[in-house]
């Protein structure tokens, strides 16, 4: 297995807190990551039907079976599981005594919530990045594949068929994890709404269109959204519209954690087809801002990203905030420059006097045109 690059971050929370939650979409190697790291300590899933019998009736007891602490695995099946290790904690002077993590993030950050808030240091791990697929031995990847494919381990690691193993995942997603959940009134209008999401990746958020598409009330909607972020399926990247009028969009925009499952749940079969496809860009983008993100979250640091858009149609894909220091980056899958690319870039400049970045879909990178830095898509890892 590589080296996830979330790793000194993880042995440095471990240093410094007495529990460390490690959280992440299902599947996206959280379990492999805490082993490696935490190799000395007992590993514990509560998946397993002794272990999670013992820690229901008797918590007190099973916990005492970890002087030294313990990595919990799908801790979230057993919630009466919390209030004794807030009660061990908070009488110990050790850090990174227990390792927390579930497949299952809902519930899991429902239970740390209600016992362990403030005690609990918190690692997002996301699928594999650029970064980490291109350390994989003999993995060519190319930019429709890097889309195609997207970062679950099982695809770009061990190399499972695509098609297959999604169709598992959002088999097991939909009736184990949201089943779990108890104000899911339909799982079929659920399912809907995660299909109907995909075709909105790159789209600002209307949860009335969606509420009439997917038979159902706003509030709803709204609610199922809020557990599909949970549950690191989507994220909703917010508008930027600081020290600005009352002409600028306000609503989010929606993007997947991972577009190997959009282009699935777009009915893309092969690499090949986004070359024509009409979602392309937006896909593109997509992959480009998670991508951003991973970045971020990989070295502990805030998801500061958003994106700018008035009533005039003037918009910038997204911004970094680092600080009040804005860095406009305008998106574009094409492999050939066009003087338009630039546009809203000039637009932003001269808004907030802040200079731009151009990413691209081609092969050259580092060099200005019209006066903006433009690097192409490998050189994401580097923004």
């Not at 471990?14 to 460390?20: E, N, S, V, W, Y």
């Not at 190399?159 to 779990?180: G, K």
């Not at 998106?331 to 691209?360: H, P, R």
């Amino acid at each position: 297995m590589i080296d996830r690059i979330a790793e000194p971050l993880l042995l440095e929370l471990a240093k410094q807190f007495k529990a460390i939650a490690v959280t992440g979409p299902r599947q996206g190697g959280k379990t492999t990551l805490i082993r490696k790291v935490f190799s000395d300590k007992p590993y514990i899933s509560l998946e397993t039907p002794d272990e999670r019998n013992q820690a229901i009736s008797d918590p007190r007891q099973f916990l005492m079976r970890f002087p030294d602490g313990a990595v919990l695995d799908e801790v979230q099946r057993v919630p009466e599981l919390f209030s004794y290790l807030q009660q061990i904690l908070d009488e110990s002077t050790r850090t990174g005594l227990f390792v927390l993590s579930g497949s299952n993030n809902f519930l899991l950050m429902e239970s740390i919530t209600q016992s362990l808030a403030g005690r609990v240091a918190y690692l997002d791990l996301l699928p594999f990045s650029l970064e980490e697929n291109t350390a994989i031995k003999d993995f060519q990847l190319q930019l429709n594949e890097a889309i195609f494919l997207g970062g679950y381990p099982a695809i770009t690691y061990n190399r499972i068929n695509p098609y297959q193993w999604f169709s598992a995942y959002v088999r097991t997603y939909i009736e184990r994890d949201v089943r779990l959940i108890k104000n899911i009134s339909s799982l079929e209008l659920f399912q809907r709404l995660v299909y109907l999401c995909a075709g909105r990746v790159g789209q600002q958020v209307n949860l009335t269109n969606l509420a009439n598409e997917v038979g159902t009330d706003h509030k709803t909607i709204q609610s199922w959204l809020g557990i599909l972020q949970t549950s690191y399926i989507i994220y909703l990247l917010p508008p930027f519209y600081k020290n600005f009028n009352k002409r600028v969009i306000k609503a989010s925009k929606l993007y997947f954690y991972d577009t190997g499952l959009v282009t699935f749940l777009l009915g893309i079969d092969k690499a090949e087809q986004l070359a024509i496809h009409s979602s392309k860009g937006f896909l593109f983008e997509n992959w480009i801002i998670t991508e951003l993100m991973k970045n971020r979250f990989n070295k502990g640091l805030r998801a500061n990203l958003f994106y700018f858009r008035d009533s005039t149609g003037n918009e910038v894909d997204v911004i970094i905030d680092e600080g009040g220091k804005l860095l406009p980056i305008e998106i574009k899958s094409a492999a050939t420059l066009n003087d338009s690319f630039y546009k809203n870039l000039i637009y932003f400049e001269k808004l907030t006097n802040s200079k731009g970045l151009l990413l691209y879909g081609g092969d050259k990178t580092g060099f200005a045109y019209k006066g903006f830095e433009v690097k192409n898509w490998l050189d994401v890892k580097t923004i």
